[in-house]
C-alpha cells in the first residue's frame, strides 16, 4: 500500500483511487509533466510468472495504440520492485457501478452503453477485445468547463492476465465479474467481439435494473444462468 507523498516509479503518489482483484490505482503526478495520472499497479504475485509478464507487456503496448475518445488512454508501463504498473489518462468521474440507478434515467443508461459500444466497435475493429465489460469498468466523467459528461471504458486487456492465470470460477475470480461474464468465457471456448457485446448487454440490464440478468451470491448459480437459462 502506496500513501499520499511516496515515489514510485518516479511517480508521487497523491491518494489511493481504488483497490480491485487485479491490483490498487492511484491518483499519481507524472516525474517531468507534473500531470496527473492514473497509476495502476499490478499484485505482485502476478510479477512471479514469467509468461503473464510478458503477456502483460503485448496487451499494454497494443492498448496504447488505441485513439478513442471513450476509451481512457495508456499512457506508459513498466516494473518497479517486482510489481507491474501502467499508467493511464486520469478521469474524474464515478465508475456506473456506484451509480444509483433508481435514479438514473433509462435514456441516460442507454446513452451510457452506446458510449462504451462505439467504444468497443473501434477496439475490435483494432483487433483488441476487453474480456471484461462490466459497470465497475465504465468511469462517468463528470462534466468540466462547458463539456458535458463523457463516458469511458478502462482496463482493456488487463483483465486477461487473471483470467488467463487462474480458471475464471476459481477463488481469484469475483463474482462481480462472473455476473457480466459470457458462456465462452465460462467453457474456455474461443473469444470474439461477441464476448464482449454480451457482457455490455448484461451491463445495460444492470444499468436498468440495478441487478445483473442473473443476480445470485453464488458463482454456481450464476454460472448455470449463463449457461443455461
Known amino acids: 500500500m502506496l500513501n499520499s507523498g511516496d515515489v514510485f516509479a518516479g511517480f508521487t503518489v497523491e491518494r489511493l483511487l481504488g483497490q480491485g482483484g487485479m491490483g490498487s490505482v492511484y491518483l499519481a503526478r507524472h516525474p517531468r509533466l507534473g ?71 433509462p435514456e441516460r443508461a442507454v446513452q451510457v452503453i452506446e458510449g462504451v459500444a462505439s467504444a468497443l466497435d473501434y477496439a475490435h475493429g483494432m483487433g483488441v ?18 463539456h458535458g459528461e463523457r ?8 483483465a486477461r492476465l487473471r483470467e488467463d492465470s487462474t480458471h475464471l470460477t476459481q477463488a481469484g475470480m469475483f463474482t ?16 470474439d467481439p461477441t464476448t464482449d457485446q454480451y457482457s455490455l448487454a448484461c451491463a445495460l440490464y444492470w444499468l436498468l435494473i440495478g441487478a445483473g440478468p442473473y443476480d445470485s451470491p453464488h458463482p454456481a448459480e450464476l454460472i448455470r444462468g449463463h449457461l443455461q437459462l
Open 151 to 158: 463516458v469511458f471504458l478502462t482496463d482493456f486487456g488487463i
Open 35 to 105: 500531470k496527473l495520472t492514473a497509476l495502476k499497479l499490478l499484485n505482485r504475485e502476478l510479477y512471479a510468472d514469467r509468461e503473464i509478464r510478458a503477456r502483460f507487456e503485448r496487451e499494454a503496448d497494443l492498448v496504447a495504440r488505441l485513439d478513442h475518445p471513450n476509451i481512457v488512454e495508456v499512457y506508459d508501463r513498466g516494473t518497479e520492485d517486482e510489481m507491474l504498473w501502467i499508467s493511464m489518462q486520469y478521469v474524474d468521474g464515478v465508475d456506473a457501478a456506484s451509480v444509483n440507478v433508481a435514479t438514473l434515467p
Open 176 to 191: 462481480a465479474t462472473l455476473a457480466y461474464a459470457s458462456p465462452e468465457q465460462m467453457t474456455g471456448a474461443h473469444l
Open 129 to 146: 477485445l476487453h474480456r471484461d465489460v462490466k459497470p465497475a469498468n465504465i468511469i462517468l466523467a463528470r462534466a468540466v468547463a462547458g
